[in-house]
């Protein structure tokens, strides 16, 4: 396998995904996966970007939730936002490498290929964003329903907690529903910490942060 990919026949895929402005892509999607893996062994919480839902007042907006209305306007909200993250960079990554790869033999060298990159770049981000906003359109209702859903089901029920801590901003747990089981956003109350493996109960739902408050079962036995 190893010989294959260094093999001669693969140079022209590694000159393009090393090359401008495709290696930005290649960059981020090294790091979406890297991402994706540490969060499968509980390391990070899979919302961890998440922005609340903007909230304007007379003020004017504060910087999240300029941001979250942007995301709003574009049509990518309701959904993880490193769902959203991993699928404009492997879209845009895709676009980058075959624009790449079939018309760059036709750009001159200097800093016309670089101006060239940069158009490509930023066309690239453009039309993943489109196609991710797309994408993820079917998918928003069902994200909505399985929060409601999950709320009604799963307070007073026991979880344990799969991430490498919980505490009051960070913190993944693991119901088992009879399925696959679930895997819940978490906070503790005040300086709580829990570790990996500890058995918490669901007392209350925080939905501008999609979390649930938890306390260990001790605790929970003596409210």
């Known amino acids: 396998m190893f010989a294959i990919l260094l093999s001669d026949k693969m140079d022209p895929f590694y000159q393009n995904i090393l090359s401008f402005p495709t290696v930005f892509f290649t960059v981020a999607l090294i790091f979406c996966l890297f991402f994706w893996l540490v969060a499968i062994l509980g390391v990070l919480d899979i919302s961890f970007l998440d922005i609340p839902e903007p909230d304007f007042d007379v003020d004017g907006p504060s ?9 709003l306007k574009l049509g990518l909200n ?16 895709f676009i980058s490498y075959y624009t790449v790869h079939f018309f760059y033999s036709y750009v001159p060298g200097g800093i016309i290929y670089y101006l060239v990159g940069s158009v490509v770049f930023l066309l690239s981000l453009y039309l993943a964003t489109l196609i991710t906003s797309k994408v993820i359109k079917p998918l928003r209702p069902l994200f909505k329903k399985m929060e409601q859903d999950i709320e009604k089901l799963v ?30 956003k978490v906070r503790s109350s005040g300086d709580s910490h829990y570790k990996s493996g500890d058995k918490v109960v669901l007392i209350e739902y925080y939905k501008e942060l999609n979390a649930f408050r938890v306390v260990s079962e001790e605790e929970f036995k003596g409210l």
């Open 63 to 71: 910087t999240p939730d300029a941001v979250a209305g942007i995301i």
């Open 78 to 93: 309701s959904v993880p936002l490193t769902i959203i993250i991993s699928l404009i960079t492997l879209f845009g990554w």
């Open 155 to 184: 307070l007073g029920q026991t979880a344990i907690v799969r991430t490498s801590r919980v505490d009051n901003e960070f913190g993944e747990a693991t119901l088992d529903d009879g399925g696959a089981g679930l895997i819940l």
